[in-house]
């Protein structure tokens, strides 16, 4: 008798009407709707009727003159998953949120607010943040490892904010006059190197005491910090064995700092690009490539490339390595750049790169029919680079639709996908332990 296979973990990329950079110029994209709830609260709504762990929303604090050639973020993550927890029942909802141009005593009410309306589906993505230095002062983005050390410091204290109030301060004693026990809301004086922060959290105790701790670095401080910290990880590879070095990483950092590797869950990013057959597909891929403005997207991968200009280069050339910056200088997005450097030395084109970057953000792209990308998902999961996935749809109305109405209800039927939710929080989706 063979045995059953584990359940995989799904998070799905929300918040804009798809991730690719063109899906907006499609004729059903939505785009009109951008900034209304409905559209948003009616993604969120598959993605729980198709029983997914949680909705995932990205933050970022500038627009890098994206705004001639594809939609803004728009909405705020906390203010929209805030929204959404009343239009949803079980599903987790995770937000990103900057460990660089934030305090953490905001960062901690957010997220404590997000939990208790949501009672209990929170989840918090640390990013260090990698460019926007400009809407917060005149300093310079701090450097890398610098950025590191802050994150460190910030989680350590938003984390000692939330149990500031032990879970039986309140005492809601009317005839006494007490509302909590005093002696049970402490103070958390902490000093480091960055932050300074008294306490207490002006907030009882968050229903999941700490809400889900989610990250994604692929640089050596990155995974340094995943490992000692993070409860998800967003794993952002090409190809079945570099997702699989990483995992492993994951797991035996986190080994070394002494927990134990179940507790933190390895999603890998995946952009399924769906139609009927692999054929179609395909199509798909090459209409939506069409609907870019390649200057600007060669604008990107040079910033993502530690500034480089693209522009006098032809698209369909390959970069040589000596081009590029020596990897010590680059302080922005040091996994990025170590991706498209692989990738340069594999010996792909600017085109490749570009689609790459247009269309998931350095993830990696699945095309095929439902069975297709169903089977492509089986081969990480089963070849142990991941305990789950972080979809990030082209277009939350085409791929998006078919991702959760066909791809996961035949995960299901093959014993990959939960049957319903077993418990109340996001902390019981995902297995892990309480606080
Ligand atoms: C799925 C996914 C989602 C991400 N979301 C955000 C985000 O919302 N905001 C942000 O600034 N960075 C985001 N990042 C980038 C990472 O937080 C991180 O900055 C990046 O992986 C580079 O880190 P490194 O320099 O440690 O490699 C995301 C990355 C991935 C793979």
């Known amino acids: 008798m063979t045995s059953k296979p584990r359940h995989m973990h799904f998070f799905l990329v929300m918040g804009n009407v798809g991730q690719h950079h063109g899906a907006w110029r499609e004729p059903d994209s939505g785009i009109e709707l951008a900034d209304s709830i409905d559209f948003h609260a009616e993604v969120a709504q598959r993605a729980e009727a198709a029983k997914l762990d949680a909705v995932f929303i990205a933050d970022h604090l500038a627009m890098l003159g994206r705004e001639a050639h594809a939609p803004a973020q728009h909405l705020e993550p906390v203010t929209l998953l805030s929204a959404l927890s009343t239009r949803t029942e079980s599903i987790g909802l995770v937000g990103s949120a900057s460990t660089t141009f934030n305090e953490p005593f905001n960062v901690a009410r957010q997220f404590a607010s997000l939990d208790h309306l949501s009672r209990g589906r929170a989840g918090w993505n640390m990013v260090t943040s990698a460019f926007g230095e400009e809407n917060f002062g005149s300093e310079p983005l701090p450097a890398h490892a610098t950025r590191y050390e802050r994150a460190d410091e910030f989680v350590e204290v938003t984390k000692a904010l939330w ?25 958390i ?4 190197k960055h932050l ?22 692929t640089s050596a401080d990155g995974m340094a910090f995943a490992s000692k910290h993070a409860e998800v990880v967003f794993s952002a590879h090409q190809g079945i064995p570099a997702a699989k070095r990483y995992y492993e990483k994951i797991k035996n950092g986190a080994r070394l700092c002494g927990r134990d590797p179940d507790s933190v869950k390895v999603l890998f990013g995946l952009s399924p690009i769906l139609a009927d057959t692999q054929k179609e597909a395909e199509e798909r891929q090459r209409a939506l490539a069409g609907l870019l403005n390649i200057d600007y997207v060669k ?18 050339e390959k970069l040589s390595l000596d081009l590029l910056p020596d990897p010590a200088t680059v302080n922005r997005r040091q996994g990025r750049f170590d991706l498209y450097r692989q990738l340069i030395e594999d010996g792909e084109t ?5 689609e790459i970057e247009a269309t998931a953000a350095g993830l990696q792209v699945a095309v095929g029919d439902v069975a297709g990308v169903a089977d492509k998902m089986v081969a990480y999961f089963e070849a142990g680079a991941a305990d789950g996935f972080i979809l990030i749809p ?4 085409v791929d998006g639709r078919r991702l959760l109405g066909e791809v996961i209800p035949l995960l ?24």
């Open 163 to 187: 149990r500031s109030w032990s879970a039986d301060a309140l005492a809601l004693d009317r005839e006494s006059g007490v509302y909590a026990r005093s002696e049970k809301v402490h103070p």
């Open 189 to 192: 004086d902490y000093a480091g």
């Open 196 to 217: 300074t922060v008294s306490g207490p959290l002006n907030i009882p105790r968050p229903p999941q005491v700490h809400p889900v701790l989610v990250q994604a670095g």
């Open 299 to 316: 604008q990107l991968v040079g910033f993502q490339l530690g500034g480089m200009d693209l522009s006098g280069y032809d698209i369909d």
């Open 350 to 354: 600017l085109r490749r790169l570009t």
């Open 394 to 397: 082209p277009s939350q109305r």
């Open 412 to 435: 299901r039927e093959r014993g990959y996908a939960r049957e319903d939710y077993r418990g109340t929080t996001l902390r019981e989706h995902l297995g892990l332990t309480w606080p």
